[in-house]
């Protein structure tokens, strides 16, 4: 029978352990050398649209007609959306609140739940369904189809033109979107309301109102447009850097929506955590 030496065994074992190490330490290398290569072309990207965005020749038609399309092509989503929100807070409040005796708190209750956090957390993430995921499938394929790269060629600048005006658009538009979804939220409220019982227009708005103030507003609005501005890059981002296969339409879509809605969620957190130290 022959046997192995020990020492020969133990040498090849060592060798193998050592080619894996130094397979998964390459692998973790390029892991970490993508991740800084994705980080600096994010600062890059950032640093073109603040360079292009303050330089002359601001595309207006191209940024009037992106806040067409983003703003005035997604009211009747937002306005079923925010109708809804009311609707189901309402319903879900109103047995709790009985309860409690407190039940003419419920108009006060739904408006200031609308306007601080359910209003725009739930638009903003509606919106990066809808509008980030059709910036980055728009701009993946005029990549793919090298659109991007013929207006280069033609001394047009893609930059300014298909993603300035995109971003802008989105920043201005997204907040008017969500106090156009809280005033139908309200409304929505107020037909939740006469449900089970009657209660008059006017008098449902003026108790929903009179429990709100200025600073309920404006933190919801300064948020919003950090919203906007999360939407608009990174649709953006996603669809110009696409790359050159068909298949990178859809990936850079996808990406997109989960990317914009996490990011939405964690602006969402800091700015709560900012506005409870401050007021």
Known sequence: MNKTNPVIKVKGFATNQSVRLSEKTMAKTVQANNFLTDLADVFFFISRFLRETFSRNFEFKEFLRQCFQIGYKSLPLISITGTIMGL??????????????????????????????????????????????????????????????????????????????????????IPLLILYADAFGILGSWAGANLKGDVSFVLFFSQAFSHVKFMDFLPAVIKSFFFGAVIGFVGCYKG?????????????????????????????MIAVQITDMLV
């Open 88 to 173: 189901v807070l309402t319903i879900q409040s109103r047995p709790v609140l009985i309860k409690f005796g407190a039940v003419t708190m419920l108009p006060g209750m739904v408006a200031i739940s609308l306007i601080r956090e359910m209003g725009p957390v739930i638009t903003a993430l509606i919106c990066a369904g809808k509008i980030g995921s059709g910036m980055g499938a728009e701009l993946g394929s005029m990549r793919v189809t090298e659109q991007i790269d013929a207006m280069e060629v033609s001394s047009t600048n893609p930059m300014r033109f298909l993603v300035v005006t995109r971003v802008w658009a989105a920043m201005i538009m």
């Open 240 to 268: 110009y850097n696409a790359g050159r296969g068909t298949e990178s339409v859809g990936i850079a879509a996808n990406s997109a929506v989960v990317l914009a809605s996490l990011l939405v969620i964690i602006v969402d």
